[in-house]
């Protein structure tokens, strides 16, 4: 159980266009997700939470406007990164938490993406 | 302040030699929770274990194994008879109480050459 999936696994696209990236949580209810982003040889930066139903908590830093996060259904998070550029090229892992549910403060992630922005 | 520091970047270990990677943590908070993470190249993040404050008993899970020490701050990890496969970056991680926030260390790259 507790499989969370992101589409797509690589994305390279030009510079100037919007890239969607889904996260879903396949055999549970995930109340929170969470964006981060990873540069090579570097630890996982968190961007941003995300609560189902509601506007998502972006950390420091992190431009609102630029990534883009939907989180519509207790399944589904999207982020969509706009007007992308080379230096938003990065490696971008989801990660869902199951609630009360699943106790312990447990976060699934997601097998990651990466972005390439030519 | 909640922090999570591993201090080794990189290690690399001949294989079958018995590994060590060390976590140390800063919270105030009384309920917490660490996780240990592998990477692999592939990128996807590969749970190992979780602890939480309250069971400070050590864990051992085939050739891996956890020391959680409350009093030192910290949640070593051991690789025992070290094999190539176990190559991948170690995260160690820290989540309180009240929030799934996880603050990760830096990560420890592990290389084990044959």
């Known amino acids: 159980g507790a499989v969370v999936s992101q589409h797509p696994s690589r994305v390279i696209c030009k510079s100037g266009t919007s890239v969607k990236i889904e996260c879903r949580s396949l055999?549970?209810?995930?109340?929170?997700m969470f964006w981060y982003r990873q540069f090579p040889k570097k630890s996982l930066m968190l961007m941003a939470t995300?609560?189902?139903?509601?506007?998502?908590?972006?950390e420091q830093g992190v431009e609102k406007d630029k990534f883009l996060i939907n989180h519509a259904s207790l399944t589904l998070s999207t982020l969509t990164v706009t007007s992308a550029h080379p230096e938003d090229s990065s490696f971008y892992i989801c990660?869902?938490?199951?609630?009360?549910?699943?106790?312990?403060?447990?976060?699934?992630f997601g097998p990651g993406t990466r972005l390439t922005v030519l | 302040a909640q922090k999570v520091t591993q201090a080794q970047t990189e290690i690399s270990v001949v294989e079958k030699e018995d590994v060590t990677l060390d976590c140390v943590y800063e919270?105030?908070?009384?309920?917490?929770?660490l996780f240990w993470y592998k990477q692999p190249p592939s990128g996807e993040l590969v749970f190992l274990i979780r602890?939480?404050?309250?069971?400070?008993q050590n864990e051992i899970s085939g050739r891996y194994s956890w020391n959680f020490q409350k009093s030192t701050s910290s949640f070593n990890f051991t690789i025992t008879a070290s094999q190539v496969v176990d190559s991948a970056v170690y995260f160690c991680?820290?989540?309180?109480?009240?929030?799934?926030?996880?603050?990760f260390g830096t990560g420890t790259r592990l290389k084990v050459l044959a």
């Open positions: 990660s869902a938490g199951a609630g009360l549910a699943g106790g312990n403060n447990e976060q699934f």
């Open positions: 055999d549970f209810q995930a109340t929170t």
């Open positions: 995300s609560n189902e139903g509601s506007k998502a908590t972006y």
């Open positions: 919270t105030r908070d009384t309920t917490y929770y």
């Open positions: 602890r939480n404050s309250f069971d400070e």
């Open positions: 991680a820290l989540s309180t109480s009240g929030t799934y926030k996880y603050i």
